[in-house]
């Protein structure tokens, strides 16, 4: 056999690079992903808008010399099996290359380190004409006329990439800077979800002078939302970490609360997994399959944390915007969803009792907080149906009361009951259900007999029922009673 040399042609091989699959916020959090790899904690983003509208990522991070930088615009710069760096959020070698030339025909990129400014362009026309992979070299002159270069004077090290000619956007518009200032719009959401515990900790991102607040999909410092018990997978002796959190419920998320979970049409949607490679969030809002989108999971939410060392087993791709899960990991992944759909639907379903924090009411259970955090629930003993039996009952038998009141409260059914809640099969009682009505409407009247007998006030008696549980909790009782002879 002989071998022969088959090399790719330039034009064509970026061209088809151009359509991996890019939107322009994906493309744009590519290149985020590489200031953050190069330790910046301030990005830069400005869209100049124009006639030939043009955009600037720019950071502070640590710069790239002039071979460095020359190699870094090498398509498959690094080989992707290669081990990284902890906190490399990069895999392919391809990135800058392709997610900026996904949106435009010219990539300019000029670094600064060791106090010297380099700068090279992929310019996909010339590449065209010279039928090669051709960059091209910026003499220092032709560096200082680019715009915003002076974003270089107050920083030590630091890179700056130019995106020109956005062609295919043009192609899908008339409008090209209002395209993309709505895309630019769609990509600030998408910055301050994917980096957002970045955000609120190592690096500050900037689309033309206006920070981006982090948006924080488990809303964490809310206190409602729950955190649940946190688990560690092993695979590989790489640690996977899953910390599953419940919501609160929606009419406890102020405003800003709910957009940040993707508002109350979206929040069903946005139920699942959260995957976080390396702390940056790659695919969110999904069970894998391994469950069904329910309404009543709608608050559950997990974190899964999965280190760069693991890519081989997620099917990382290009784009960083998908996974697949190896079914080891989803087998063990599992056990967290029944736990925190539970959660979900509990919380969910809570809110359907009326918790009447009306100092008028007596309420028959009382929740009693302890000191280590707990709740226990005993019995009112102070409700107008026990004050009726402690008229009658002589002192053994008030004891014997009590003990059997305590035993209720110690076999209270706490398991089976929260189960049976979480799957909201526990019978509500309803306002409107006529026959409930007319039974303890019976029920008061027998106990106004009683009163008549021990001789107790009817009146006083009357009025202290309607403001103990179950009813107070009907108003149609209230109004029945108003009218009746006592
Ligand atoms: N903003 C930057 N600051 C410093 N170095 C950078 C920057 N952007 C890219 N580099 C260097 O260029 C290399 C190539 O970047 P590129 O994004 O093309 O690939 P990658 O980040 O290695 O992998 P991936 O294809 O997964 O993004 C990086 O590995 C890094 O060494
Ligand atoms: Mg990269």
């Known amino acids: 056999m002989i071998e022969k040399q088959s090399l790719p042609s ?50 502070n991070g640590i710069g790239m010399n002039k071979k460095e930088l020359e190699e870094a615009l090498r ?50 026309d010339y590449v065209i004409t010279r039928q090669g992979w051709y960059l091209l070299e910026y003499r220092e002159d032709e560096i200082k006329k680019l715009p915003n270069i002076n974003l270089f004077d107050n920083v030590e090290t630091g890179t700056y990439l130019l995106l020109e000619n956005f062609d295919r956007v043009s192609l899908s518009t008339s409008n090209l800077n209002n395209t993309l200032t709505n895309y630019m719009n769609e990509t600030i959401d998408h910055l301050a979800l994917v980096y957002h515990r970045y955000l609120n900790d190592t690096v500050e991102i900037y689309v033309n002078n206006n920070k981006i607040e982090p948006r924080d999909p488990f809303l964490v ?25 419940i919501l609160p419920y929606i009419n406890k998320l102020t405003q800003e609360e709910l957009k940040k979970v993707g508002g109350k049409e979206d929040l069903r949607n946005n139920q699942g997994f959260y995957i976080y490679r390396n702390k940056r969030l790659i695919i969110w809002g999904t069970w894998f399959r391994l469950t069904r989108k329910e309404e009543l999971g709608k608050l559950a939410r997990i974190m899964v944390d999965i280190p760069n060392s693991l890519d081989y087993m997620w099917n990382i791709d290009i784009k960083k915007s998908t996974v697949n899960l190896p079914d080891m990991i989803k087998k063990k992944l599992y056990a967290s969803i029944d736990e925190s759909i539970l959660q979900s639907k509990a919380v969910h379903n809570y809110r359907g009792r009326k918790i009447v924090k009306d100092k008028d009411v007596n309420y028959i259970w009382e929740r009693i907080e302890l000191r280590d955090g707990c709740y226990e629930y005993k019995i009112n003993r102070n409700i107008q149906q026990i004050k009726m039996l402690e008229e009658t009952l002589d002192s053994n038998q008030l004891k014997a009361l009590d003990r059997v009141l305590s035993i209720i409260e110690e076999r209270f059914p706490t398991n089976s009951l929260y189960l049976d809640a979480s799957q909201g099969k526990v019978n509500v009682e309803k306002d409107d259900d006529n026959e409930l009505i007319e ?46 002879e006592i």
């Open 221 to 245: 410092s809310n206190k409602s939302t729950m955190a649940l018990r946190e688990q560690n997978i092993i695979i590989n002796n790489e640690s996977i970490r899953v910390k599953p959190y």
């Open 75 to 124: 398509y498959g710069t690094k080989n992707p099996l290669e081990k990284r760096n902890d906190s490399d959020l990069g895999r392919f070698g391809l990135g800058m290359k392709s997610a900026s030339m996904s949106q435009c025909r010219k990539l300019i990129v000029i670094s600064k380190k060791d106090g010297k400014l380099s700068g090279f362009s992929w310019d996909l």
């Open 439 to 484: 039974k303890l409407c019976y029920e008061i009247k027998e106990n106004l007999k009683y009163c008549s007998i021990i001789g107790m006030d009817k009146k006083y008696v009357l009025e202290a029922l309607l403001k103990t549980e179950p009813y107070c909790n009907f108003e149609n009782l209230k109004e029945m009673f108003k009218e009746e």
């Open 10 to 59: 330039a034009p064509i091989l970026i061209e088809a690079i151009r359509s991996l699959g890019y939107s322009f916020k994906t493309a744009i959090a590519d290149l985020v992903d590489n200031s953050i790899s190069a330790r910046a904690n301030r990005v830069d983003i400005i869209l100049i808008p124009n006639e030939y509208p043009r955009l600037i990522v720019f950071d």
